[in-house]
């Protein structure tokens, strides 16, 4: 069965430090990633997405950065954080546009 | 560019209630909608996904349907529980993506 893995669950980083969240998908081959931020009152934003490896479209310009530098691993990224950056982030996948999308559990991003 | 609402953004029921949650979209070029339940903390658990060319889907005490023409889904929880005291996203896709509205926050008083 698949399972997706994202770690860590919580982070605390200071303002202008980098950022690397990880994610990884078991049990498939060339899943579709996302990456989703989730903020009080906004809801689920959509992030980054990726089709293979080395595919990646970014759906709002911002401070992050997203690779995929193996086909079913999912990296976020950011050289320095600024305090808007805190948030929940979510990584997804599925296997095909018409396939049910699944997530992790999320990590718990406080920018300080 | 597709946008999801979801009505109510809150609501409380006693417990064994029938009861429905309303997801609406504005792209009618939707090739599936999904319904999630969310625990505080915790990520998005998939519950139901109806594709394009589907009425409804059913899983237990849940059905979700869905109405392109009118760019509306709904999900019905039969005989609620206190245990589904959650938040319940929609997601819609289209463009490869899907788009989610803000949640209804529900919870169900023994």
């Known amino acids: 069965s698949q399972t997706i893995h994202q770690w860590p669950a919580t982070l605390v980083q200071p303002v202008g430090s980098p950022l690397s969240l990880e994610c990884t998908v078991e049990g498939t081959s060339n899943p579709n990633l996302y990456w989703y931020r989730q903020a009080a009152g906004r809801g689920l934003q959509l992030l980054f997405y990726?089709?293979?490896?080395?595919?990646i479209s970014s759906e709002v310009p911002q401070n992050l950065s997203a690779s995929r530098p193996q086909d079913r691993q999912f990296i976020l990224s950011s050289k320095k954080l600024l305090l808007s950056d805190s948030g929940f982030y979510l990584c997804?996948?599925?296997?095909?546009?018409?396939?049910?999308?699944?997530f992790g559990n999320g990590t718990r991003l406080t920018v300080t | 560019k597709q946008e999801v609402t979801q009505i109510p953004a809150a609501l409380s029921v006693p417990e064994g209630e029938n009861l429905v949650l309303n997801c609406s979209f504005t792209?009618?070029?939707?090739?599936?909608l999904q319904w999630f339940r969310q625990d505080p903390g915790k990520g998005l658990t998939s519950l139901l996904l109806i594709q394009s060319s589907q009425r409804e889907q059913t899983s237990g005490r849940l059905n979700a349907s869905l109405d392109k023409s009118s760019g509306r889904s709904t999900l019905y929880i039969a005989a609620s529980q206190p245990g589904d005291s959650a938040t319940y996203l929609c997601g819609g896709g289209s463009q490869g993506n899907l788009i989610f509205g803000k949640g209804t926050k529900l919870s169900v008083k023994p």
């Open positions: 990726s089709v293979g490896i080395g595919q």
């Open positions: 997804a996948w599925r296997e095909a546009l018409n396939s049910p999308l699944h």
């Open positions: 792209d009618s070029a939707i090739y599936n």
